[in-house]
């Protein structure tokens, strides 16, 4: 038998130099069931750290240690730590502490070697159980602290969702983003309290919970809503190729400033995205790329760089309208100067220059980290000329460029007849960067790899 890999981790905030800090989950039972092990630990602390519901489930134990609640801001809980490093610290929290909880933050803090962890049964997993669905293909969404609007960026049809809540996501707020979104044919399950003497179970439709008799509803704040999704569907997308006619541009509708379908689909293939990428689109638009390249990659951070104030409008509507502020960030100004203060990415895509593009392709390549993959597209023949001129100058010596040329025409009609109308065609340029930068670039003063 192997032995087990060490964990890699960031470096953490502290030098931790005390004890090791328990961290205990605690269901909704009150008095809470806790195993012996838990229990000795609560016996041996010496300060114990929870919330004001933590903190009641464990009063009927005969403890002796100090009990102080999270402080607010949660940011705090790094001075109070250091404070009692010395001594035996149990923290308290609800279910899994490293699922949406507080135990990834503790990791960042002290790192996992100081850390023991000691979970209960999470509310999705209580949930789940109590309706006997099996809960594996399940995608968990936590919009607690979140906006609402997150909910646009997973939503497909036939699927199963629990989410996570607060007072701005409750029940009824989800069932009115499934209306707008056409599935409304989907059903609702609301679990309260779960594993409390409160506990109940509660299923709606939409039209249901949407309805005049429903309005005062009110649910436990302790609660999780999962979602089997049914309807007609259509308005959100489920797969890459999003409808130009689903984009806000400002103009008739499939019209504007945005990348074409069937061009971002070819420049995205060119860009190959991967999770944890950050990315840079450069003249983003109206956003048409920037959209889909969020979507399709949410654990990616996009910055979008857009400097028409109008365009920014459309891009930050596009942006909410998809749900993908989490990951996507919108830089307002000209490139190349406000690609200065963004982190060096992995993949960028140029597809707007205001007259730089020179400058801006140098720049981008130059902040490309080591592998990373530059496109830029072209309609007009300057463009093309600029691109050209770029893959052969001295800063782009012995790396390997590849084109690739798009021309679609898409259905019309002339009177009653069908017409095939072309588009402009778009050029696509891609270069990837070494992986390592040999000494011959080097000793030339080539900069192909730098980062």
């Not at 960042?108 to 789940?128: C, M, V, Y």
């Not at 497909?156 to 996501?169: I, P, V």
């Not at 689903?246 to 945005?258: H, N, R, S, V």
């Amino acid at each position: 038998m192997s032995e087990v890999q060490e964990v890699q981790e960031v470096q953490p905030v502290l030098s931790w130099q005390g004890n090791a800090i328990h961290i205990l989950g605690i269901g909704a039972e009150q008095p809470a069931e806790l195993g012996t092990h838990t229990t000795q630990a609560l016996l041996n602390a010496d300060i114990i750290i929870g919330s004001e519901r933590h903190l009641k489930c464990i009063s009927t134990l005969n403890l002796t240690a100090q009990c102080a609640e999270y402080p607010s801001p949660i940011g705090d809980l790094q001075q109070l730590l250091e404070k009692h490093q010395h001594k035996h610290i149990v923290i308290l929290a609800s279910g899994d502490p490293l699922f949406y909880g507080i135990g990834s933050y503790l990791v960042g803090l002290t790192g996992h070697k100081h850390l023991r962890f000691s979970p209960a049964l999470s509310s999705i997993q209580l949930a789940f159980n109590k309706l006997g669905l099996s809960w594996q293909q399940a995608q968990i969404v936590s919009l607690h602290g979140r906006p609402l609007q997150r909910i646009r960026s997973v939503l497909g049809n036939q699927r199963l969702y629990a989410f996570l809540t607060d007072e701005k996501s409750s029940p009824r707020h989800i069932a009115e983003e499934l209306k707008q979104a056409r599935f409304d044919n989907s059903v609702l399950w609301v679990c309260e309290a779960l594993g409390s003497q409160q506990e109940k179970v509660r299923s709606f439709t939409v039209a249901e919970l949407l309805a005049p008799e429903h309005s005062d509803t009110i649910f436990n704040p302790l609660h999780v809503t999962i979602v089997k999704t049914l309807g007609q569907g259509g308005l959100l997308p489920e797969f890459p190729g999003i409808d130009d006619r689903l984009f806000d541009t400002g103009e008739q509708a499939g019209k504007g400033m945005i990348s074409k379908r069937e061009v971002r689909l070819a420049a995205l293939g060119l860009l190959q995205p991967q999770a944890q990428d950050t990315a840079w689109d450069v003249g983003a638009g109206c956003g048409g790329l920037s959209i889909e390249w969020a979507r399709w990659n949410p654990a990616m951070t996009l910055y979008a760089v857009e400097q028409h104030p109008q365009r920014i409008g459309y891009l930050k509507n596009n942006r909410d309208r998809f749900g993908v502020d989490e990951n996507l960030h919108i830089v307002e100004g000209r490139a190349p100067e406000k690609l200065a203060s963004l982190p060096s990415p992995n993949a960028v895509f140029i597809g707007g220059s205001g007259g730089e593009l020179h400058q801006i392709l140098e720049y981008c390549w130059q902040q490309l980290k080591p592998g990373g993959r530059l496109v830029a597209s072209a309609v007009t023949e300057q463009t093309r000329a600029t691109l050209l001129a770029f893959t052969n100058s001295p800063l782009m010596n012995s790396i390997e460029s590849k084109w690739n040329q798009v021309q679609i025409s898409r259905g019309d009609t002339l009177g009653n007849q069908l017409l095939l109308r072309p588009k402009a065609p778009v050029l696509l340029m891609l270069c990837q960067k070494p992986w390592k930068t040999d000494e011959h670039s080097l000793a030339s003063g080539s900069h192909g790899a730098l980062s």
